[in-house]
């Protein structure tokens, strides 16, 4: 199997949609002739002209507002926010029609879109280009939010997303677009949306994470099962909405300790919400508090202060020895 990066995989996936489907569009800014401001959509416009890769005004509501009509009227497009900080500008769209229809219509009328962002802090961007908030839309009924955290699982669940009969916020951190390689099969592959995926076995504390913040949190995994011989069980999350609780509970059941690590600010984020579903459904089975690892409540600072406000494996390691210890 060819080894690919994040931004190839998702590209594969692009390619592939539309070869397969001749329903699926996509459109956003500078994604077609330019090929996209991280090349993510690179080549498409060639091989599929301008009805099908639509290079679209710097309009994030009006992107979004198009997006719904064709996928009402029986397309599958795939919209491309060019920053996640730049899709607040969607958001009345998003909420107010995008993840109604299927309640205001009593399943009548669906909108299969995607809409694609590149999200997260990590390369020393300006402000609205660092965010994490992918709770904005995890908090939204009928919304779907997936992000991976490789470039296998990005190409997978892309395509399960474009297939998905509802809106699906696909977003994709940039941090790891091209950090690393993976194998990724060249034939059509999807994976379930809405299920969290088990990535190391473990029985004395499960570490929960997704997204760019899998790297550093399988470090720090390493380094506690060197030092201190602990097993422990990974879990990447995968989709944020909807939540694989089953997996969670499970997981915490067995090991009794759990730590949750998110990118994102600390107040009010996933994190919160997976520890609530602890709490609901495995409270009794916990040796000791649920330990949260999360950015300060700031913004993202610029450059060179960027490293530090990030946790990274030692803030990580830290959080699962003290939980171990507890």
């Given amino acids: 199997m060819p080894r690919m990066t994040m931004v190839q995989a998702i590209n594969l996936a692009l390619h592939q949609a539309m070869e397969r489907d001749p329903s699926v569009v996509a459109l956003g800014q500078d994604i077609g002739v330019n090929e996209g401001v ?85 390369v020393r961007a300006l402000e609205h280009h660092s965010e994490s908030r992918e709770v904005l839309y995890a908090h939204l009924p009928g919304s779907k939010v997936v992000i991976p955290s490789g470039p296998r699982n990005a190409r997978a669940l ?62 720090a995994v390493a380094e506690v099962a060197e030092a201190r011989g602990a097993s422990i069980e990974v879990i990447d999350l995968l989709t944020i909405a909807p939540l694989d609780g089953d997996t969670i509970v499970a997981s915490v059941e067995k090991t009794g300790r759990a730590v949750v690590v998110q990118e994102a600010p600390r107040s009010f984020g996933p994190a919160a919400e997976v520890i609530a579903r602890i709490n609901d459904r495995a409270l009794m089975h916990l040796e000791a508090p649920v ?35 507890f």
Avoid at 78 to 99: D, R
């Fill in 38 to 122: 991280f090349r993510v959509t690179a080549g498409l416009h060639a091989k599929f002209g301008p009805e099908r890769v639509i290079d679209t005004p710097l309009a994030e509501a009006a992107i979004l507002g198009t997006a719904i009509g064709m996928a009402i009227a029986g397309l599958r497009p795939v919209a491309e926010m060019q920053f996640s900080g730049f899709s607040y500008l969607m958001l009345g769209q998003y909420e107010g029609h995008a993840t109604r229809y299927r309640s205001r219509t009593h399943g009548q009328v669906t909108v299969p879109l995607v809409v694609r962002m590149p999200y997260g802090g990590g």
């Fill in 158 to 219: 892309l395509a399960a997303a474009i297939e998905d009969p509802d809106p699906v916020v696909f977003m994709e951190p940039k941090q790891s677009y091209r950090a690393f390689r993976e194998e990724v099969p060249a034939e059509h592959e999807t994976m379930p949306i809405g299920r969290a995926q088990v990535v190391q076995q473990g029985t004395d504390i499960t570490v929960i994470s997704w997204g760019a913040m899998m790297r550093p949190t399988l470090r």
């Fill in 291 to 325: 330990r949260r690892v999360a950015m300060p409540d700031v913004m993202t600072p610029y450059f060179g202060r960027e490293r530090l406000y990030f946790p990274g494996p030692h803030t990580v390691q830290r959080a699962i020895e003290e939980t171990l210890d």
